[in-house]
């Protein structure tokens, strides 16, 4: 059964960080490209990062330069260092691996003063 559990979220004053980590079973982890997406209340769910099996990165517009991928093929973690946070960055984050249609319940990241 495939199953991704994210963790790491809660509340941070514009300008700091958070590290959030996802844990995968199921699948052959270190042959997946994996991702973090995040949805906004109101707006559609986005991609913020990718990773491939090889640790090739790709990030979203918005946090290019703020947010960084990794993973660790050994534990089956994926993880995403946010600094810089704005209110804008404000979501439930989710991660899941390519061409899976199963999805995590989720951590709520909220940047609040």
């Known amino acids: 059964q495939v199953q991704f559990v994210e963790s790491g979220g809660g509340l941070v004053q514009p300008g700091g960080s958070l590290r959030l980590s996802c844990a995968a079973s199921?699948?052959?982890?270190?042959?997946?490209?994996m991702g973090w997406y995040r949805q906004a209340p109101g707006k559609q769910r986005e991609l913020v990062a990718t990773?491939?099996?090889?640790?090739?990165?790709n990030y979203g517009d918005s946090v290019k330069g703020r947010f960084t991928i990794s993973r660790d093929n050994a534990k089956n973690m994926v993880y995403l260092q946010m600094n810089s946070l704005n209110v804008e960055d404000t979501a439930v984050h989710y991660c899941?691996?390519?061409?899976?249609?199963?999805w995590g319940q989720g951590t709520q990241v909220t940047v609040s003063s």
């Open positions: 899941t691996a390519s061409n899976s249609s199963v």
């Open positions: 199921g699948i052959a982890f270190r042959a997946y490209t």
């Open positions: 990773i491939t099996p090889s640790s090739n990165t």
